[in-house]
């Protein structure tokens, strides 16, 4: 501020400002962007999986029917000369007739039996119809629901007819007989596999599909009308699954050309390597390789199932190609058919694609059912041409030199070209055409660990690519590979496995029944591997054992518990919440591994993770903690004492900062309430008594000046209503349709005036967000009820409970379930609402019949159950149970100042040693889940009154499947706000550079000095009283907050942006607000009254305020006496502290500042410490004690010096420095002002000062190392409210007395306001709030009118 004014215009200054600026904002850490913020916590919708084969099949019988009649030509056909003579290879004209077809018959079983060698195989050759029949249906019958493979060759009959017929012989060789297809279906039934070797084939391929179709009528007709012919007959066999395979259409007749085979559709189904070479060397191309004969094909060394010679390489390479051709060309579901059902058929149709492309060189189509599309030209078959290629063209050396064979380079240039798909891809394009070959080479040593790196890259794209991975066939293979012993594997498997595994669960069974789980459990246990990997192998094994029995007792004798205990305090935070996880699932209802648990002390262990600092392992250890005490064995006395020292635990997370953690609390809990469903029975019986007998005095009648004051009579404007769940409050209440929804609904939706207690208090009430109103029957324990009851037991500090005596644990439990049931954050109090409300239901239900019992005759609960029937339930802090007038003999608490002490009108019912609680009767003594619970409404449909289970399996948070997703998602890809190019990105660009210019221009503003303040942009009327308001530092929106609803404005355009509801109870307003990431994506912090801090984004834009997280800040928050001055009270004092007292209703409420560059939040108001949370851990840092009597009325913090200024109740002014400890970090004090201090502000530079105000109106400048004032000015007596600038040197003061004062620095006033512009000069309402802009110099006003209106400079200045 100081600077020459020169200096600072000048160029270079200039420059170097914006784009530090700029850097600064780039290195601000943001607060609550988390994913936990931005998602429902809950797993990823499961894609359906369809490659699991469901009907994995066997051909497990072939016919082989042959009608060759060698030497006799059939008379439809004229054969040429010379003419195609082979059959299966072998000439039949070089031996006698008979020997040859026996040959031929012999050579085909041979062909056929390297796909298929376990199979059955049967030869026909010659035969009669009868023979066929026969044949056929005696390998139906021991074929039973497997495959039957059908293979006919008709070379040596007539062509099949246009009828549906083939041809066999009669028995004397002397006619063709026809064999009726329809005859052929009825006999080989279904699943079958037909292959037809002859002329015309695709004519049975029709018939066979008309007689299929036939046979469908008649069975739907046989079905529909039993009285019908048809249904007096066997049922025909449906040929649905049957597959059929021909060697040419209905027109064609076979190639005769003498250099093929005769039987060429054969060859290349059953020999389509011999084949291939063959064509491949009838090509014109054959040329370029030099010395090769068909002679020397012969002689490829090798066998076919040695991938290690040149035959078999070449029979790798040919499955490998006409793999992939199928997989790319074919539908998914037919791939799965055709490609992965069948061994034999699989084989048979890869081959099937080597008789397309050679056959349609000859003027053939072959043809299939089900069709395929056609694939003779596609680009893979000129990489099998090269593979030939190269192969042959080193045969003549190899034979001739016996050379060494060097191996085809083809798998290694396809998983490049895999590879260059996943470096180079765009996100939405086919998927690579090399899926398949990565498969083929995962077993090979040579390629896999490439392969294996490659395809966990192809995986990490995302569910689909898993999904796509799944149905090429990759699963046995990588579970084949869970046997290699290589370390180098490890961390590629894990990673697949991981990846597989969160996107289908199913496969823990396969897992377990290979052993595969040994695998995982020896990589988590070797210390040596990353802490990712042994992330990805307990994450893994936490999938094994969920919800599956085999897999917890395998994992158990595997000696998981002890391995995930030995990893629990690794440094490594997914590990820790994993570890966690996998230890909650694994004794989730499987005793065995509790009791191992337990030898283990895993929940001792367990406890120091609930004070992690990251949420979701708090989150992860209170599941395990939760299942833990969730089982439903029989309890011991030990295990009863272990389940209570959990509890206790767990409880001391009430105010955990984090929601997701909140949640999983409620749950935990509820496992134990179903646990010991009795004793919390009796403990609700009591709870629900004593609230009856208690009445809590309604702040309406009392006028105390810790409560609230009567409403005040406000003008009919339109009240925001309770919205049901107010996660989508715009649904009811958007600025649009705000009057609509809401004309007809005045202040309280009860009636009267005198109704506005908290004992009726209806908010967006959980229960109304379940289950309608709240006074639905459906539940017992309204919010209201429950909001009475928590504040009945005067629940004050869980501290208190630890290590009380185990007699109470049950009323401990219970009042931290009544806590959370008014938990600000609406998901955890819906939870509790059900675990009370279910609790209550059932102790109502018992305790119905039982009412005439005399209760001296009840007896004793079974001695395992930790109580008896609610005699000692009070005991808690071991005072005697006698009846106390105060309410707080329920916890071992400070009794409280009397300024709240309830008028006693009648002792809470606390029975004595002797008799029981008024209804404890008997429960049973077996401990049942539970069975019936208070029902959600009636539109589950069931029958009303019908109440449901709702507790126990139901309860769920769905933390452990969305922390299963972050293995789901791409793990490698670049997040997109570091992708310079991504739209975050470049939005993020946009603000920071608007934030610079705001800065910019601003500062030559308040630099050029302000010398009037009263120019009024912007006057509105507010749906409510202002009660805090908030400029936004950087875009044209501010806030207003009423008692329970937020107001956006556009002060620039001067229009309502938004208007929503806080969701805060109706005794508890609004006290004060904060922007969180204003510099970038902007979050709202409203802080009411009881302590709570609730966090809201997409507010002022066109989407539904959404809240972030919401918790609760301060829990003991004090009524406070207002600190009366020490000075002979002045009248002026005290009628300001009246007047403040009817405007703010009671004391100080909260206060807080937020400090963005560090993430930390400062709480305090009417407590007697300042709590500082850390917002990225969400949870409490700190606590400062202020050594104070009175409320902290106003809090201010500079980051760089770790300093703290609070302003309080009693006038005083106390800086605190948080590095030290909590008996020394009060390093001054200040006792100057003489009453309640407004605003103490200190300033951010390095020596900046402190600013504060009284409000009597002395404002006084303090050195923070000095013990005294270094200035004082006096303005306006009977101050409300004041704000000072950042920047320009100017405060601003509001008074009672309706009318604002601007000062400068030098304390002269350079503005006085004191009517509206333009409504005829209408005189301003009482200040109820005012704040300057952080940059600019407007200062907005709200006053007791309602009217809201914003300042600024003259214009020129702007």
């Known amino acids: 501020m100081k600077m020459d004014s020169d200096i600072l215009h000048s160029p270079a200054v200039g420059l170097a400002e914006e784009e530090e600026a700029d850097m600064n904002d780039w290195k601000l850490p943001l607060a609550f962007m988390k994913k936990r913020h931005s998602e429902k916590i809950e797993g990823s919708k499961a894609l359906a999986q369809s490659w699991r084969m469901k009907d994995r099949m066997k051909t497990v019988s072939v016919a082989l029917v042959l009608c060759l009649n060698v030497g006799v030509d059939p008379p439809d056909v004229v054969k040429t000369s010379p003419c195609a003579r082979l059959e299966c290879w072998i000439d039949p004209l070089s031996m006698s007739p008979q020997k040859a077809l026996e040959t031929i018959g012999a050579n085909l079983q041979k062909q056929y039996e390297n796909w298929q060698p376990r199979a059955r195989y049967k030869q026909s050759l010659d035969p009669t119809v009868d023979e066929v029949k026969k044949l056929c249906t005696s390998l139906r019958r021991n074929a039973k629901e497997e495959r039957v493979l059908f293979h006919y060759n008709g070379h040596g009959v007539p062509r099949p007819t246009v009828n549906g017929e083939i041809w066999v012989f009669n028995k004397n060789y002397t006619q063709y007989i026809p064999l009726s297809i329809y ?61 059929q395979l021909a060697a040419c259409e209905a027109s064609e007749l076979l190639p005769m050309n003498p250099d093929l085979p005769a039987d060429l559709f054969t060859s290349c189904l059953t020999t389509p390597i011999k084949i291939a070479l063959r064509w491949f060397c009838m090509q014109k191309s054959a040329k370029l390789v030099p010395g090769v004969t068909l002679d020397l094909i012969e002689k490829i060394p090798g066998r076919l199932n040695d991938r290690r010679t040149p035959l078999g390489e070449l029979n790798w390479i040919f499955t490998a190609i006409t793999d992939t051709i199928a997989w790319n060309v074919l539908p998914r579901d037919l791939f799965q058919k055709l490609f992965r059902q069948d061994l034999l058929v699989a084989s048979l149709f890869r081959n099937f694609l080597l008789a397309e492309r050679i056959m349609r060189s000859y003027n053939c189509t072959p043809v299939s059912s089900p069709r395929l599309p056609p694939t003779y030209m596609h680009a893979m078959w000129q990489a099998w041409d090269l593979a030939v290629d190269i192969c042959l063209s080193q045969l003549p050396t190899i034979i001739e030199e016996g050379t060494a064979f060097r191996h085809s380079p083809f798998f290694a240039e396809q998983l490049t070209a895999f590879q260059v798909w996943l470096t180079m891809g765009v996100e939405n394009r086919n998927p690579p055409e090399q899926l398949p070959i990565v498969l083929q080479v995962l077993l090979s040593q040579v390629h896999r660990l490439r392969a294996l790196d490659l395809l966990g890259r192809f995986l990490d794209l995302g569910p689909w690519a898993v999904s796509l991975a799944l149905s090429v066939g990759i699963f046995p293979y990588v579970l084949k590979l869970l046997q290699s012993s290589a370390r180098e594997l490890r961390p590629l498997l894990v990673f697949i496995w991981a990846k597989i595994l969160a996107v289908d669960s199913s496969c823990q069974a396969d897992l377990v029944k290979d052993n595969g789980h040994k695998y995982f459990l020896s990589v988590l246990a070797d210390s040596y591997m990353p802490a990712e990997h042994r992330t990805m192998a307990v994450f893994i094994l936490a999938v094994i054992v969920n919800s599956y029995n085999t897999g917890q007792e395998a994992c158990l004798q595997g000696n998981l518990i002890a391995n995930c205990l030995e990893q629990l305090s690794d440094p490594h935070p997914l590990l820790r919440q994993w570890v966690a996880i996998c230890l909650g699932r694994i004794w989730q209802n499987f005793d065995p591994a509790r009791w191992c648990g337990v030898r283990d002390s895993a929940h001792e262990k367990l406890y120091t993770l609930l004070s992690d600092p990251i949420p979701e392992v708090r989150c992860a250890a209170v599941f395990a903690l939760g299942t833990f005490v969730g089982n439903s064995a029989e309890r011991t006395d030990h295990s009863t004492t272990i389940d209570h020292n959990v509890a206790m635990m767990l409880a001391q997370l009430i105010n955990d900062g984090s929601p997701v953690v909140r949640k999983e609390l409620v749950v935990a809990l509820s496992h134990l309430v179903v646990q010991y469903e009795s004793n919390f029975c009796t403990v609700a019986l009591q709870f629900i008594e004593e609230e009856k007998n208690y009445t809590v005095p309604s702040p309406a009648n009392t006028s105390e000046p810790g409560n609230l004051t009567p409403v005040r009579d406000s003008p ?49 009430s959980s229960a109304s967000s379940t289950l309608g109103s709240p006074d639905n029957d459906e539940y017992i324990l309204s919010f209201e009820t429950i909001d009475k009851m928590r504040r009945v037991s005067s629940y004050s500090s869980l501290n208190s409970l630890i290590g009380v005596s185990f007699n109470s644990v049950y009323t401990q439990i219970w009042r931290v379930l009544l806590h959370l049931a008014a938990d600000p954050f609406p998901e955890v109090s819906d939870l509790a609402m059900k675990v009370l409300n279910s609790i209550a239901y059932k102790a109502t239900m018992n305790a119905r019949p039982q009412r005439i019992l005399d209760s001296g005759s009840l007896t004793q609960s079974a001695p395992a159950s930790p109580t008896s029937k609610g005699t000692h339930i009070h005991q808690a802090g071991g005072s005697p149970p006698m009846p106390s007038t105060s309410s707080s003999s329920l916890t071992n608490e400070v009794p409280k100042p009397p300024a709240r002490e309830q008028p006693a009108t009648r002792p809470p019912y606390t029975p004595t040693l002797g008799g029981q609680a008024p209804h404890s009767h008997q429960f049973p ?46 793990v490698m890809k670049i997040p997109e706000e570091h992708d310079v190019e991504s739209q975050v990105r470049m939005e993020r660009q946009w603000r920071f550079l608007r934030n610079t210019r705001v800065r910019k221009q601003s500062r030559c503003i308040t630099q050029k000095g302000v010398s009037r303040l009263d120019d009024q942009i912007f006057i509105n009327r507010n749906p409510g009283v202002p009660s805090v308001v908030k400029f936004h530092p950087f875009n044209t929106c501010i806030a207003v907050a009423d008692k329970d609803s937020i107001c956006f404005w556009d002060w620039e355009k001067g229009e309502r942006l938004d208007y929503f509801y806080n969701g805060n109870p109706r005794y508890t307003r609004i006290t004060a607000m ?75 409420g909260m206060v807080v500042d937020w400090e963005q560059e560090t993430g930390l939040l400062m709480t305090s108001g009417d407590v007697r410490v300042v709590r500082i949370w850390d917002t990225d851990r969400e949870m409490k840092v700190q606590d400062i004690p202020t050594g104070a009597d009175s409320c902290v009325t106003s809090l201010s913090c500079d980051s760089q010096r770790s300093l703290i200024v609070a302003g309080l ?23 100057e002002h003489g009453a309640w201090v407004v605003k103490a502000h200190l300033q951010k530079e ?51 007395n309706q009318f604002i004062a601007v000062y400068n620095a030098n ?7 004191k009517y509206y512009d333009g409504f005829m000069g209408q005189r301003i309402g009482a200040i109820s709030c005012l704040a300057f802009h952080p940059h600019w110099p407007h200062l907005a006003v709200g006053s007791n009118d309602y009217y809201m209106s914003i300042y600024s400079a003259e214009k020129r200045l702007r």
């Open 1307 to 1313: 304390g002269d006033v350079i503005s006085n306001i």
């Open 1074 to 1148: 904060e922007y969180l990431n204003g510099h970038d994506c902007s979050l709202l912090l409203t802080a009411t009254d009881d302590g709570a801090l609730r966090i809201w984004k997409n507010f002022a834009d066109q989407k539904n305020p959404e809240m972030v997280t919401a918790w609760q800040g301060l829990s003991d928050m004090l009524p406070t006496t207002r600190g009366q001055p020490t000075s002979s009270a002045h009248s002026l004092a005290r009628r300001v502290s009246i007047y403040l007292d009817r405007s703010k209703q009671g004391g100080a």
């Open 716 to 764: 009919a404007i339109p009240r925001l209503r309770s919205v049901n769940s107010y996660t989508n409050i715009r649904a009811a209440t958007t600025a649009r349709n705000l009057n609509k929804s809401l004309q007809n609904l005045n202040l309280n939706e009860e009636g009267g005036p005198a109704a506005f207690s908290p004992g009726n208090l209806s908010t967006s």
């Open 1209 to 1231: 109740g009693d006038g005083s002014v106390r800086v605190f420095d948080r590095r030290m400890g909590p008996n020394e970090c009060r390093v001054m004090t200040y006792r």
């Open 925 to 970: 003594r077996t401990r049942k889940m539970f069975d019936k619970g208070p029902e959600q409404g009636a539109e589950d449909g069931d029958e009303p009154g019908g109440h449901r289970n709702y507790i126990s399996a139901a309860l769920q948070t769905g933390l452990c499947d969305w922390s299963a997703k972050y293995f789901a998602q791409p």
């Open 1246 to 1296: 390095t020596d900046g000062h402190i600013i504060s105000v009284s409000v009597n109106g002395d404002v006084r400048f303090f050195e923070p190392r000095a013990p005294d004032s270094v200035n004082v000015l006096q303005t306006v007596k009977g101050l409300t409210a004041l704000d000072i600038h950042p920047q320009a040197n100017l405060f601003a003061c509001g008074s009672m």
């Open 183 to 243: 005859d052929l279906q009825t006999w080989m039934g279904s699943p079958s596999i037909f292959v037809y070797d002859c002329s015309n084939a695709g004519i049975i391929v029709k018939s066979f599909k008309q007689f299929a179709l036939q046979r469908e009528q008649e069975l739907e007709v046989a079905a529909i009308n039993p009285s019908h012919p048809l249904a007096q007959m066997p049922l025909p066999p449906s040929m649905k699954n049957c597959i």
